[in-house]
């Protein structure tokens, strides 16, 4: 299920803020009372993207889940269509509960209404930590950087030794 929603909020500054937000995720549903928070929560993995209406940075991010194991290696683990053109220029991995890991992504995408999902990465440095709770670095040598409006990109965990909670974030520029 994937919701989009627009909606215009105060910051505690009191100046308004024009925000997005997409979320996928295996499966999202709300009864009576409860937050978006508690719901999101019960899934596995989902993804989120957030961005102003101005040209600044994106943040697109994939949560995982293993509800209190280490999340199994494989994927794709959600998908998440990107509305808009971009350049990834940096990737950040996170241990979200503090748990040391050694811990490896690729991220794959593919064309609206395409073939099969192929690697952004190829021989370059995929995202990781490395016996520790976070790393971040700049692409390096992917075999591009680029998102088209309409991609759909796909989180693949090739290693994991210790992550219960892990996050991918790329922070992308909009094109």
Known sequence: MTRNT???VHDHHGSDLDTNIIISGDSLATSSGESLHDAIGDIESWALASFSG??????IAFVFDGD???IPTGGPKCVLAIPFACAVTEW????ADGISTTTTFDVKKRAYGGGAAASMI????KPFISAGTENKAAPSSWTTTAISAGDKLYPHLDANNNGELLTLTLTVTRA
């Open 6 to 8: 627009h909606d215009r």
């Open 54 to 59: 101005g040209g600044g940075p994106v943040a």
């Open 68 to 70: 209190g194991t280490a």
């Open 92 to 95: 950040q991995v996170e241990s």
């Open 122 to 125: 190829g021989a370059g440095t």
